[in-house]
């Protein structure tokens, strides 16, 4: 058995920004952050959320996105250290989401958490690959800057196709595939905020089937099944926040965990969601049985 540990969306506590970093976006990003957004996610939350992951000792850790917040240098640093004391390079796969590219600047501190968007073969870029045992890692980006209030995704044609040759390849090989993503390919929030090209990202899981699609982005826990070949179905799962403070949103923080066994046409997969309660500790939240 093969146990995946999923977390999304920490926005980490934002340091304060220097002199001539607040341009562009990221004036009413900082505005938003002191005046909201740091009472919503709290540090000692996500501590607590990271500590009881790792005591489940999972196979593999996925993080969704959104560690950063305005995408300042300094955010890329912390970053960096948080995602090494999740895990080691082999053990945390990372996607990166809107906040982490939130200004077209972002991209020059994107070196600081490369080594965990890369491929096996140490190749960056997206798709990238990751086989570990039965499964297969694909972690796709749909982070992009975007204009003032703005906070789609996109693919981008060059992914889509990438993303369809890999399915098919790692079905040939028998694996569990599973896809990371930043922004849901379903969602009920508003249109400012989806993945521009969510019926390409369909049409290609439709076409060549995944076993698991697990997000972020939307800070709920999520479950859509999407269409995948052959009248079968691809479960899109996503998380809340993993620094939810208790009560200031719709869904508190959790992480999931999913047991994932068997073999093709016959996998077992389990999700259990651990989170919050009003106490502050950590419990299980749901347990439910995906397929298998
Ligand atoms: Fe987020
Ligand atoms: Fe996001």
Redesign the pocket.
């Known amino acids: 058995m093969f146990t995946l540990a999923h977390l999304?969306?920490p926005?980490l506590p934002l340091p304060p920004p220097r002199l001539g970093e607040l341009i562009n976006k990221r004036v009413t990003g900082y505005i938003n952050w002191r005046h909201r957004r740091r009472f919503v996610h709290d540090a000692e939350t996500l501590v607590k959320i990271v500590a009881d992951l790792k005591a489940q000792a999972p196979d593999h850790i996925a993080v969704t996105?959104?560690i950063a917040n305005i995408a300042l240098e300094e955010e890329f640093v912390s970053g960096r250290k948080w995602l090494q004391e999740l895990g080691s390079l082999h053990d945390v796969s990372f996607v990166p989401?809107?906040?982490d590219a939130y200004v077209r600047q972002a991209v020059r501190y994107a070196p600081q958490w490369a080594p965990y968007m890369s491929s096996d073969d140490g190749a960056a870029g997206f798709p990238y690959l990751r086989r570990r045992g039965k499964l297969a890692l694909i972690g796709l980006s749909t982070a992009v800057a975007t204009p003032l209030f703005m906070a789609t995704g996109r693919l981008g044609e060059a992914q889509c196709a990438r993303l369809g040759e890999i399915l098919t390849t790692l079905e040939q090989e028998k694996r569990f595939r599973v896809v990371l993503i930043?922004h849901p390919p379903v969602s009920r929030a508003k249109r400012h905020k989806l993945l521009s090209d969510a019926a390409e990202f369909k049409r290609i899981i439709a076409a060549h089937g995944a076993e698991l699609v697990l997000h972020?982005?939307d800070?709920l826990h999520m479950l859509n099944w999407l269409h995948g070949p052959n009248g079968s179905r691809v479960p899109a799962v996503g998380v809340p926040?993993a620094s939810a403070a208790f009560g200031t949103t719709k869904n508190d923080a959790a992480y999931n965990l999913y047991a994932i066994d068997g073999a093709p046409e016959a996998w077992c997969c389990e999700m259990i969601s651990r989170g919050t309660n009003f106490a502050g500790t950590i419990m299980q939240q749901r347990r439910l049985k995906l397929f298998g």
């Open positions: 999304s969306d926005h996105g959104d989401g809107n906040h930043h972020g982005h800070h926040s």
